[in-house]
């Protein structure tokens, strides 16, 4: 499985969505949905981005008891899409039981990643919140062995966490990473950074970037440098 940069489209709608996406008139990329846009839009504007070319990650992160989650990925499933994802907090048992709500008859489905402790939690939150008294650090390799034991294929997490989580789970499993910017970019709101030349040499298996191309003057130029620090081609 090839290395590959995926485009958070954070966009409120379908217009803005797909203003975007029209000025991509060569390689059409992997992009991401998030609640925003799939909560504004509704399936449709997954159907329609699939038709336009575009391989989906679902940002949806399902976390529930292990029947609705089941039921529900399996509507995701329908939608065609190439990958989504659920949060591993919700216990092997659930994860399971997505991955069996994905599997269409055929045998195959979207490839199933799962969301470890989200970045935006820090470990003083997580112990003191969350009542977890152990470190950041164990917690997402944990997270990441019990994804790995329900059958998924990788999870999401930090450039930083990607070594533990290879180390715990081996190197064919995959990590799917935010949290990117250029070496000459603005920060927003991203705290612990990578540029795309890092994350390739941790071992990212995928980058998620979006403002860094999406509010870009020109995006296609940002996303083929991104293309070219992290895969090295376009
Ligand atoms: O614009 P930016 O590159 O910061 O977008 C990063 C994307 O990755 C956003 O869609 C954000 O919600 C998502 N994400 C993240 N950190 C996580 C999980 C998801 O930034 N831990």
Known sequence: ??????????????????????????????????????????????????????KIFLDLKLH??????????????????????????????MMEAAIRGLTRTD????????????????????QKDLLIDKSLEEVVSHYAFTSKNAGLDGVVCSPLEVEGVKKTCGTEFLTVTP????????????????????????????IVVGRPITKAENPVAAYTRCMNEFVGEI
């Open 107 to 126: 045998g195959t489905r979207p490839l199933l990643v799962a969301v470890t402790q989200l970045t935006s939690t820090s470990e003083e939150r997580m």
């Open 179 to 206: 949290g990117v910017r250029f070496s000459d970019g603005n920060m927003d709101d991203q705290v612990r950074v990578t540029t795309p030349q890092m994350a390739n040499q941790m071992g990212s298996d995928y």
């Open 1 to 54: 499985m090839g290395k590959d940069v995926i485009i958070a489209c954070d966009f409120a709608d379908k217009k803005s969505c797909l203003d975007f996406l029209d000025q991509f008139t060569e390689k059409k990329p992997f992009v991401k949905i998030g609640m925003e846009l799939f909560y504004a839009e509704g399936p449709a504007i997954v159907k329609e981005i699939k038709n336009r070319g575009h």
């Open 64 to 93: 529930d008891i292990p029947n609705t989650v089941e039921s529900a990925m399996a509507v995701l499933s329908g939608l065609q899409v190439d990958m989504c994802n659920v949060h591993a907090a919700g216990t092997q048992s």
